[in-house]
């Protein structure tokens, strides 16, 4: 994100969700970081937190798809997903280097499949 004090607040919140994972605070806070990403004029972070607090309302977690990767015969195995927070530790890393266009790619990733689970 643009502002030192949206990076403060997902840090902030990281801590808090290193401790426990509370839907109600953290949506709360999602939404007023939605806030501050129009103040940036960045659409894509503002649906991202949007979708996502919206996403745990709904399912009461924040859980990740299973992924799948390949071994060096070309075998397929299951990568266990992380926990609800961190899976969204992860997804507020990328968004504090939203300015990154790896991040930038893998949240656009995740808008598409929180925007699936959700419609």
């Given at each position: 994100m ?8 997902i840090?902030k ?5 290193e ?5 109600k605070?953290t949506t709360?806070?999602l ?5 501050d990403?129009l103040?940036?004029?960045?659409p894509l972070?503002a649906?991202?937190?949007?979708l996502a607090?919206?996403?745990m309302?709904?399912e ?5 798809t299973v992924?799948?990767e390949e071994?060096?015969?070309?075998e397929?195995?299951l ?5 609800d927070?961190?899976n969204?530790?992860?997804l507020?890393?990328?968004?504090k ?12 990733e ?10």
């Open positions: 643009v502002q030192d004090e949206s990076n403060a607040k840090d919140l990281i801590a808090q969700l401790k426990g994972f509370d839907i605070k709360k806070v939404m007023d970081l939605r806030e990403a103040k940036d004029e960045d972070l649906k991202v937190l949007r607090s919206e996403y309302t709904e009461e977690c924040f859980d990740h992924e799948k071994d060096e015969e070309g397929e195995f990568v266990e997903p992380g926990t927070s961190e969204l530790i992860y507020l890393e990328l968004i280097r939203a300015d990154n266009r790896f991040n930038r790619e893998e949240i656009k995740m808008r598409t499949f929180l925007k699936l689970k959700l419609y």
